[in-house]
């Protein structure tokens, strides 16, 4: 089960910030810090983010025991991404529709890739069946998104579908349901305070550091519960009675 603190561009170009936000993911219990490469990325604007930033940000999540990640928006973003050899990919939604052929080449890294199909209208899975290096993720691309968008949510995440649930609800509930259903990672804005009004739109729809942690620590246990798997089971055998 991964739990994703997608930090995004909720730093509002704040390096600082940045530092706290990856702290703070994993003080809330999160297995991974997600930014955003490609994305108001121009010098001046909000996520400018250059070869020595995105190293520093991957060198603070090692010191912090967090996996980096991030989202690949653009052909510049997976050359800035590749040299921090990251575990794991993610792309989103509007990349799957808008630039098809630099999934390939993020696909051909030969890294898990997780791709959000918020935006996706094909009956068919856009980029083959799902492999151990290639997920999908279960997406609504409302912000914010409201119970009656889930209409769709797969009643069972399985290994042949969709792998896991990007959010963007506010509170919680979104994120538990998935995980009720068998969802393996769950993607969650996060922010320090989400009444900020920068730039950027996410805050009010990301979690706390409380809330992040509330959302680990029901959820690790209800998705063992939801795969079967316990630590804790008793022994089969008769009750004494």
């Known amino acids: 089960m991964l739990f ?22 994993k003080l809330s219990g999160a297995d ?22 995105a190293m520093q940000l991957k060198r603070w999540c090692e010191w912090w025991e967090i996996d980096f990640m991030a989202s690949i928006i653009n052909e510049e973003a997976l050359e800035l991404a590749r ?6 990919y993610k792309i989103a939604s509007r990349t799957v529709v808008d630039k098809p052929e630099l999934v390939e080449r993020v696909l051909e890294q030969g890294r898990e890739t997780y791709i959000s199909l918020g ?22 691309s409302h912000y914010p998104t409201y ?6 949510l797969p009643e069972r995440f399985e290994p042949g579908g969709y792998y896991g649930y990007s959010d963007h609800m ?12 068998g969802a393996q990672f769950v993607e969650k804005h996060f922010t320090l305070d989400k009444t900020i009004r920068g730039v950027h739109r996410d805050h009010i729809l990301s979690a706390t550091p409380a809330e992040l942690r509330q959302l680990v620590d029901l959820g690790r246990p209800l998705s063992r519960l939801a795969r079967g798997v316990s630590g804790d089971q008793p022994a089969v055998g008769g009750v004494p009675g």
């Open 4 to 25: 994703v603190a997608e930090i995004g561009l909720n730093h509002e170009g704040n390096f600082d910030l940045a530092y706290e936000l990856i702290r703070q993911a």
């Open 32 to 53: 991974v810090a997600k930014f955003q490469f490609g994305w108001r990325d121009q010098p001046g604007e909000l996520n400018h983010i250059n070869p020595d930033m």
């Open 83 to 88: 040299p921090l050899n990251p575990k794991r």
């Open 119 to 140: 935006w996706w209208t094909g009956e068919e899975l856009p980029f083959g069946p799902p492999t151990e290096k290639l997920r999908y993720i279960f997406c609504r």
């Open 147 to 152: 119970p009656a968008h889930l209409e769709g």
């Open 170 to 181: 506010h509170g919680i509930e979104g994120c538990l349901l998935a995980i009720a259903r």
